[in-house]
């Protein structure tokens, strides 16, 4: 009974993965959340919020504590200035906001660039909005931009172009001078930019991250998405926004107040007082953790015999593992869950245009414990052994 919009689509791999971890009892590397909780101030300020009596509707583009410390904190971190009232709209989660924002901007049969591999709920929302997609394939191991790759198919008829930096899955943080040809692409096209940035706090190795509406004449054709669910450890929590000018707002708030209406006060306001609190000893601090956990996964993929990418960002690694076996990915990550114990995300789902290039790849997430990560290195080890 699905519609012939959505059907193509079937189930995203993050429920498959995670229900097939759980019937074989693996380690869940698959689907991207922490196995520990955020701040426990956040989680305190939830709690007490609940029991405050914040718990019916809310303003519907967010609780007035919320986009007021959303715009606090994009002014400090980049010194961008967004008004709260008109240019800032909260979501529940940013799948959410990438569905609201691509259903209230884009009329049926106009054209959305993506960028492949994709985060699998781009192509879906996409359909939802009766849009058509058109892709540029990111290639292994760099996943660099190619300028002609983009002249090819980028002409005035893309409306939208959705860009998602640092990226999932590749780990890759676009440089300056990709953002630069995005950008050049989008003012010569009259393009506007959704830009999806929730892994914006997890860059690695001093990679800076520069928000495309940072640059010179971008911030008028720029909606930018986040979350508050990778920076605070809360996924469940769903919450989400979208900053731009008034008008690329309205657009996502016009299909937000019709879908989910507003998010849960409660956690607004406990996610206003970690944004608040998020200052740069927070960040420092997290981008420690997360780097600690990106190098002990890389050496135990690398010591198990994969060979993978060390990434600038995200808290995911793809790792190709041609060394170990000659299986297509959903077959491997099959048999890695069922004889081995670890879950990871076949990537050639996040290919739509050019499938063979998730082929040899398997993407593991490390927003885990250190007890988790070691349980799956040992569990990875026995690749070794099986071969
Ligand atoms: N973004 C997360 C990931 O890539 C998953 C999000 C979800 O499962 N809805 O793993």
Not at 357 to 364: A, C, I, K, W
């Amino acid at each position: 009974m699905i519609s012939a919009k959505l059907a193509p689509f079937g189930t995203t791999i993050f429920s498959e993965m995670t229900r097939l971890a759980n019937a074989h009892g693996a380690i869940n590397l698959a689907q991207g959340f922490p196995d520990f909780d955020g701040p426990p101030a956040m989680i305190d300020a939830a709690a007490r919020a609940l029991h405050d009596g914040h718990n019916q509707y809310t303003r519907s583009m967010g609780h007035p504590k919320l986009v007021e410390a959303i715009r606090r904190f994009i002014e400090r971190t980049y010194g961008l200035a967004y008004d709260p009232e008109t240019e800032i709209a909260v979501t529940s989660g940013c799948t959410e906001a990438i569905a609201t924002s691509l259903i209230g901007l884009l009329n049926p049969g106009e054209t959305v660039l993506l960028f492949e591999p994709f985060y699998d709920s781009y192509p879906a929302s996409v359909a939802m909005a009766g849009a058509t997609a058109r892709y540029v394939t990111l290639r292994h191991p760099d996943f660099a931009l190619d300028e002609s790759a983009l002249a090819r198919v980028w002409d005035a008829s893309v409306r939208v172009v959705l860009v998602n930096n640092p990226h999932n899955p590749s780990g890759k943080v676009f440089t300056r001078a990709e953002l630069e040809l995005v950008a050049n692409f989008a003012r010569r096209h009259d393009t506007i930019v959704v830009s999806d940035e929730v892994y914006e706090n997890l860059t690695y190795d001093g990679a800076p991250h520069n928000p495309i509406a940072s640059l010179p004449d971008m911030r008028k054709r720029t909606l930018t998405l986040s979350s508050a669910g990778k920076t605070f450890s809360c996924t469940g929590w769903k919450v989400g926004w979208v900053t731009g000018p008034a008008s690329l707002v309205a657009a996502t708030q016009a299909a937000h107040q019709f879908t989910t209406f507003c998010t849960p006060p409660a956690f607004q306001i406990a996610v206003a007082a970690a944004l608040d609190a998020a200052d740069a000893a927070f960040l420092a601090t997290y981008r420690a953790e997360y780097t600690a956990r990106r190098d002990f996964l890389l050496a135990a993929l690398q010591a198990s015999g994969f060979c993978p990418i060390r990434p600038r960002g995200t808290y995911f690694i793809l790792a190709d593992y041609s060394a170990l076996s000659h299986d297509d990915d959903l077959t491997f990550a099959r048999r890695l869950v069922t004889e081995i114990g670890v879950a990871a995300v076949p990537p050639s789902v996040f290919y739509a245009a050019d499938k063979t290039e998730g082929r040899r790849l398997l993407r593991f997430a490390f927003c885990k414990r250190p007890e988790t990560l070691d349980a799956a290195a040992e569990r990875l080890n026995k690749l070794r052994l099986t071969q």
